[in-house]
């Protein structure tokens, strides 16, 4: 069990609500164009590059489907967009949320009628999370130039305890009589997998002593409250198929009639794991660095999402530099 300090939690909770009450915008929004391509699933925005005279790339980034992209933003010293913005023409996947029972076939159908917008051009897909399980699908079409997946579970086998939690507590039955599951509900089953990072996270919080550190804590807070209700279809989908029978290290993931094979990529892949990822752990990834015929393995300091944010440069030096041995 882990020591709760419930007065430290009021006193939490009463700043984070002081944060939330006086943020702006998320930051995603600021500096996009719209590229007035948007369906019932998605918006596509678009964040130019620095300098358009050059050479240009084509960087299409596949979010997670859980939360919100603002996580790609919030490096105060150069954040994950606007590196790549020196580089070329950054288009982002925002959710957007909807009223129909999706299945992840429908993201790739959906992601394939904006990959096919740039049919003359190549594109370096970029995938996050679980939004790199959706790019993984989409990896052989023709003008794909390259594939980044940023802390990617190929092999969902480690989520076997949390499946026994969630079995033991009757979760999927409270679900029953809701078509949709709504995002606290998702944030619910992250604190059940792992209870003791709750009461971490507030002591880490209360031993920060400057005002830009205790702001980008509670960006990366607002974020993890951030996101969607998910359809029943596409959160069974997971649970059932992804997590359960782990479809995709059993290769047994169909989008239609056609089975999604690492063999079967033939581009560069850029691999991304963090170290003390409990999310995405390495043993989760090695099946992709194993069977994708040319990968490239960058190992992260920290966390799920640590290296997005940090200050320091090393992450962004060593993708930079995979980027132009791969242009």
């Known amino acids: 069990m882990f020591d709760f300090k419930a007065e430290q939690y009021d006193q939490y909770k009463l700043e984070y609500n002081k944060f939330v009450s006086s943020k702006n915008a998320p930051t995603y929004f600021l500096n996009s164009f719209n590229t007035e391509y948007v369906s019932e699933i998605v918006e596509l925005l678009k964040y130019p590059a620095v300098d358009a005279t050059k050479s240009q790339k084509i960087f299409i980034i596949i979010p997670s489907i859980f939360n919100s992209p603002e996580i790609l933003f919030l490096n105060k010293q150069q954040n994950f967009i606007e590196n790549l913005q020196y580089q070329g023409d950054v288009y982002l996947v925002n959710w957007l949320e909807n009223d129909q029972q999706l299945l992840m076939a429908d993201y790739v159908h959906e992601l394939k009628k904006i990959i096919q917008m740039f049919t003359n051009q190549s ?21 794909i130039h390259s594939l980044t997946l940023l802390t990617c579970p190929w092999d969902y086998s480690h989520f076997d305890k949390w ?123 090695e099946p992709l660095q194993k069977q994708i015929k040319n990968t490239t393995l960058i190992e992260v300091e920290g966390g799920h999402i640590g290296y997005l944010i940090s200050s320091k440069s090393r992450f962004r030096i060593q993708y930079n530099q995979w980027l132009l041995e791969n242009r």
């Open 123 to 143: 594109v370096d897909l970029i995938g996050h999370c679980i939004g790199g399980n959706i790019s993984i699908a989409l990896a052989e079409m023709d003008n």
């Open 163 to 285: 499946l026994c939690v969630y079995d033991s507590l009757g979760l999927d039955k409270s679900l029953e009589n809701h078509e949709f599951i709504p995002k606290i509900y998702i944030q619910i089953m992250f604190f059940l997998m792992f209870p003791g990072q709750f009461q971490e996270k507030i002591n880490k919080y209360f031993e920060l002593s400057l005002e830009a550190d205790k702001e980008l804590f509670m960006q990366v807070e607002d974020w993890l409250q951030s996101g969607n209700k998910i359809s029943k279809s596409i959160y069974r989908e997971i649970t059932k198929d992804f997590c359960q029978r782990n479809i995709l290290h059993n290769k047994n993931w169909y989008i239609g009639e056609d089975l999604v094979e690492l063999q079967n990529i033939k581009v560069p892949v850029c691999i991304v794991y963090a170290k003390d990822d409990q999310i995405a752990p390495y043993i989760s990834m």
